[in-house]
């Protein structure tokens, strides 16, 4: 059974920072791209970051600067280290990985950044 599972949102002063976590089971994790998306309210869920197998990133353009999306092999699992964040950045953050045509997405974790 595949699992990704999010973890590390919550509510946070703008300007503050907070690192995402998904743990990811039931895959190979190596060999799958890795990215976080999130849903504000009202909007369409939107692409973050995306890290690939061999670690090439991409980056939203309203993120670049800010966000930094690694992974550990070893553990399963890919973070997303937010910084500077601002009211905007307030949404429900999604894991997703995907391997060829295969797509798993998390739960999602919230985050909701106070003005």
């Known amino acids: 059974q595949v699992q990704l599972v999010e973890s590390g949102g919550g509510l946070v002063q703008a300007g503050g920072s907070l690192r995402l976590s998904c743990r990811a089971s039931g895959i190979t994790f190596r060999l799958y791209t890795m990215g976080w998306y999130r849903q504000g309210p009202g909007n369409e869920r939107e692409l973050v970051a995306t890290i690939t197998s061999d670690g090439s990133t991409n980056y939203a353009n309203s993120v670049k600067g800010r966000f930094t999306i690694s992974r550990d092999n070893a553990k399963n699992t890919v973070y997303l280290q937010m910084n500077s964040l601002k009211p905007e950045d307030t949404a429900l953050y999604y894991c997703?990985?995907?391997?060829?045509?295969?797509?798993?997405w998390g739960q999602g974790t919230q985050v909701t950044v106070s003005s």
């Open positions: 997703r990985g995907n391997f060829i045509r295969q797509y798993y």
